[in-house]
């Protein structure tokens, strides 16, 4: 099982994690009950996939590393100190000098359970990324490279992303696909599936959603599909894990040896279910990287998310290891 080369005791694999795509601006509405044409003030955090998951697994006290490009300008600069701050590795974060800029989501939150986002990702930094831009040695350091699918959307990041594949497979670094999919990123499905399928073949997990998956799947036909058939398809190829997502429905992670694990499920009321996905992910990684059963990675996973959807911030909100496991130990007594 590849799962099995993260219990390897590698000495030179210093850096828990690396995580490579987007990274960008929040800007969270402070007004609740409003729509976002009322909303009058915002607070400004990291945002992207990528990023709030490399902050996911600082707070939760993995040594993280973060691979991207961001723009040469005010936001450039925030998102790098706020990695920095953090203790994020960031010598594979790279300025962009072409002009391009950091992708904007304004966010709104009408009621619980009722939030909505408009982005702004014209011309943006990290889709700029290039082959020459990725670290051999910085991969090489490292237990986990995560993937996001976003970064295969355009050239150069395309490139880099195989380029980032290819130093992984060499130094035995265990990769992780998350699917991450933002229609208005691509130009078709058709594409997105090509793409999408070219690293799941080469990943050791694939990580998304119901509805990713059935993106990834595109090309065999628009057939609804279970997700049983969805993991043995895969299964089959070179992972050695199948996660997929359900939201409050919970998850499934089903592993090579024919294992299935039903993911625990924490119900919330939420005030907005954005960076529920990346803090489960953060979760979730952190227990395969401490050894722990794959029941209780997922439950971790799951505990973060909780505690992140009923908060009005992404990266700002995930929590530590010590608040998921007294959400979890508080959740269970009542």
Known sequence: MNINKLNVN??????????????GIDLNANEINRPMEETMSFTKSVGGSPANIAVSCKKLGLNTAFLGRVSDDQHGRYIKNYFEKLGIITEAVVTDKSGSSSALAFTEIKGPGDAGFILYRSNVADLNLCPEDVPEELIRKSRILLISGTALA??????????????????????????????????????????????AEKSDLIIGTREEFD???????????????????????????????????????????????????????ALKTMGAGDSFAGGFFYGLL?????????????????????????????????????????????
């Open 10 to 23: 590698y000495d030179y694999k210093t850096i828990d994690i690396i995580t490579l795509g987007r990274a």
């Open 154 to 199: 355009k050239s150069p990041s395309r490139e880099a992303v195989f380029t980032a594949l290819d130093y992984a497979r060499k130094h035995d670094t265990f990769i992780a696909f998350d699917l991450d999919y933002r229609d208005y990123t691509w130009s078709s499905l058709e594409e997105t599936a090509v793409y999408y399928t070219l690293v």
């Open 215 to 269: 993106v990834l799947e595109y090309r065999f036909g628009q057939e609804e599909r279970t997700d049983d058939q969805t993991a043995k398809r895969w299964l089959e190829w070179k992972p050695s894990m199948v996660l997929i997502k359900r939201g409050k429905s919970g998850s499934k992670l089903y592993c090579e040896n024919g294992e299935i694990i039903e993911g625990a499920v924490f119900p919330v009321t």
């Open 290 to 334: 401490k050894g722990k059963a794959l029941s209780e990675a997922i439950k971790l996973g799951a505990g973060a998310a909780a505690i992140v959807v009923t908060k009005n911030s992404c990266s700002e909100a995930m929590p530590t290891i010590n608040e998921i496991e007294e959400f979890i130990a508080s959740y269970k007594s009542k």
